[in-house]
């Protein structure tokens, strides 16, 4: 069980016999009346986003998650398929279980797969992965004093800004958690 001064972002939590992900929360103690903590939590099973506003010290369930170590193969009409790295069989996961991390799966990669009652529901991927760039503008020469950047989208489908130097095929390093650009790697 946890105690509501443990959440923080990212902890799994049960309510109602359900598994959330906490997304954001706000320890609240008004000027009159008992402390609270409003909550946004993410249902694990449907992904759905909802705020939810507990008192102070309440306790909440600890959901019984089964974590696997799998790597992703690839993508077809059945769904995103994955390999058990122990066991080597092979999971297929829906879209709605993958969600926007969709754009972060290159084929080999190694990543935790969230199981609740022996069903997969959520894909835990690195905080950071190495993609390649699929199309962008050329940059302009001399247009670097403005500090902007242009749109590149990534062989995964991801469309991230960049900065103008970037080129086709270039290996970029993206930060998974924000989407964004950190820097170009060689290779």
Known sequence: MYDTSEFRKGLYIQMDGVPYQIV???????????????????N???????????KSGEKVDEPALEHKRMQ???KDSAGYQFMDLDSYEQTVLEEEAVTEKKFYLIENLEIEVLYFQ??????????????????TEP?????TASGGGKPAKMTTGLVVQVPFHIKE??????????GEYVEKLKG
């Open 139 to 143: 940059g302009i020469k001399g247009d």
């Open 44 to 54: 694990l099973l449907n992904g759905n986003v909802i705020e939810r506003t507990l």
């Open 24 to 42: 954001e929360f706000q320890h609240v103690k008004p000027g009159k009346g008992n402390a609270f903590v409003r909550t946004r939590v993410r």
């Open 118 to 135: 022996g069903r997969p529901i959520d894909v835990d991927i690195p905080n950071f992965i190495e993609v390649r760039v699929k199309e």
């Open 72 to 74: 992703y193969l690839y």
């Open 169 to 178: 095929n270039d290996l970029l390093k993206i930060d998974t958690r924000s």
